[in-house]
T-cell receptor, first 116, second 115 residues
Framework: QKEVEQNSGPLSVPEGAIASLNCTYS??????FFWYRQYSGKSPELIMF????GDKEDGRFTAQLNKASQYVSLLIRDSQPSDSATYLC????????????????FGKGTLLTVNP | SAVISQKPSRDICQRGTSLTIQCQVD?????MFWYRQQPGQSLTLIAT?????????ESGFVIDKFPISRPNLTFSTLTVSNMSPEDSSIYLC????????????FGPGTRLTVT
């Protein structure tokens, strides 16, 4: 059973602080890693992906990947109240053998609250 | 990313009935996915729907309960059959992106309540 683990939170940070969200995964064959943001009552929105070890920055967001430790994280700098949402970590894995079909496995999500 | 729509956006159904959810994409995609998100939970993949082949179901989901159609590269339906209150959930379709990293983009979802 391929698993993706996240702290459920809630994680509460003051406005302007750095929010750090963490995720571990069990499938060593996974190649791509995704962070989705889901506002209450809305569908998930892709905000970052990463597939190489190290850091990837996009605006206030930085994704970090360490394949040896099977660990991926998302940092949100200068957190804003509008960042308050559930953040879902997702990891891809191949379906079957020898093919190119894949699926995403999602963690349970971390609820982030940014306090003004 | 593709523009994805779902119909209906929400519905309240009686137990024992069936509901068909439609997912429409504004561009051609090979792979479409159907997920369920139960209250307070994360996303669980129901099945993968490739055009021109039978849907591939995940463990715990069967075709008799969740039949899927994929008649072309822009459209898919998921039917929730013989519903019970345990089927109350949000049902989401997603499509593969055009990049090289297997990303998926989600439709707005269908909120189903079974009474």
């Amino acid at each position: 059973q391929k698993e993706v683990e996240q702290n459920s939170g809630p994680l509460s940070v003051p406005e302007g602080a750095i929010a750090s969200l963490n995720c571990t995964y069990s499938d060593r064959g996974s190649q791509s890693f995704f962070w989705y943001r889901q506002y209450s009552g809305k569908s998930p929105e892709l905000i970052m992906f990463i597939y190489s070890n190290g850091d990837k920055e996009d605006g206030r967001f930085t994704a970090q990947l360490n394949k040896a430790s099977q660990y991926v994280s998302l940092l949100i700098r200068d957190s804003q109240p509008s960042d308050s949402a559930t953040y879902l970590c997702a990891v891809n894995s191949l379906i079957g053998s020898g093919g190119s079909n894949y699926k995403l496995t999602f963690g349970k999500g971390t609820l982030l609250t940014v306090n003004p | 990313s593709a523009v994805i729509s779902q119909k209906p956006s929400r519905d309240i159904c009686q137990r024992g009935t069936s509901l068909t959810i439609q997912c429409q994409v504004d561009s051609q995609v090979t792979m479409m996915f159907w997920y369920r998100q139960q209250p307070g939970q994360s996303l669980t993949l129901i099945a993968t729907a490739n055009q021109g082949s039978e849907a591939t179901y995940e463990s715990g989901f069967v075709i008799d309960k969740f039949p899927i159609s994929r008649p072309n590269l822009t459209f898919s339906t998921l039917t929730v059959s013989n519903m019970s209150p345990e089927d109350s959930s949000i049902y989401l379709c997603s499509v593969e992106g055009q990049g090289a990293v297997d990303e998926q983009y989600f439709g707005p979802g269908t909120r189903l309540t079974v009474t």
